[in-house]
T-cell receptor
Framework: DSGVTQTPKHLITATGQRVTLRCSPR?????VYWYQQSLDQGLQFLIH???????AKGNILERFSAQQFPDLHSELNLSSLELGDSALYFC???????????????FGQGTRLTVV | AQKITQTQPGMFVQEKEAVTLDCTYDTSDPSYGLFWYKQPSSGEMIFLIYQGSYDQQNATEGRYSLNFQKARKSANLVISASQLGDSAMYFCAMRERDTGGFKTIFGAGTRLFVKA
């Protein structure tokens, strides 16, 4: 158990809908990262939050947004869903941004999103 | 251009033998981190080993070691004494600075099959 919790584990929704994925980082971790894993694109970095602030953005679509709350949990919001958004969405957490990058990043179990 | 390259889509190894999974990277950031993760068929991402760009010695974690050749921009994973449970997908990843945070780029992965 990595200590990172993602809910829900599975999600099936229709095209055009909006969903919210939730991530609770390990206790004390300030950084949360979101990733998308799909068959055609592989593992893609989406966004990095540190202590409530957005710090880095990757290949995140404009239809997607994220935030990190004062209790450090994070949510990834996906809207106007398309079939191609079907993927496994991971979040990961780590402790400190100040050491030039962390030595480990702990991943949640992922949320498998299926858009039909 | 690919920033992380894993040239071996699939590898076979006999149980109890050692195997090397290749990874090359490209970055202009002098301070970066290199990671290896294991993804079994169940889907979770398991952190294996980390190498910082300024680390003088190769990282080791149990049966895993990272052969870090900075000048060649190479970070190969060596698994010693392979076990059947090592059969999985293995991802090399690089974390580099991006504005105020970090972004992580993953390779396409290598699927390892351990034969009894």
């Amino acid at each position: 158990d990595s200590g990172v919790t993602q809910t829900p584990k599975h999600l099936i929704t229709a095209t055009g809908q909006r969903v919210t994925l939730r991530c609770s980082p390990r206790s004390g971790d300030l950084s949360v990262y979101w990733y998308q894993q799909s068959l055609d694109q592989g593992l893609q970095f989406l966004i990095h939050y540190y202590n409530g602030e957005e710090r880095a953005k990757g290949n995140i679509l404009e239809r997607f947004s994220a935030q990190q709350f004062p209790d450090l949990h994070s949510e990834l919001n996906l809207s106007s869903l398309e079939l191609g958004d079907s993927a496994l969405y991971f979040c990961a957490s780590s402790g400190s941004i100040d050491r030039g990058g962390d030595t480990e990043a702990f991943f949640g179990q992922g949320t498998r999103l299926t858009v039909v | 251009a690919q920033k992380i390259t894993q040239t071996q889509p699939g590898m076979f190894v006999q149980e109890k033998e050692a195997v090397t999974l290749d990874c090359t990277y490209d970055t202009s950031d002098p301070s970066y981190g290199l990671f290896w993760y294991k993804q079994p068929s169940s889907g979770e991402m398991i952190f294996l080993i980390y190498q910082g760009s300024y680390d003088q010695q190769n990282a080791t974690e149990g049966r895993y070691s990272l052969n870090f050749q900075k000048a060649r921009k190479s970070a190969n994973l060596v698994i010693s004494a392979s076990q059947l449970g090592d059969s999985a997908m293995y991802f090399c990843a690089m974390r580099e600075r991006d504005t105020g945070g970090f972004k992580t780029i993953f390779g396409a992965g290598t699927r390892l099959f351990v034969k009894a």
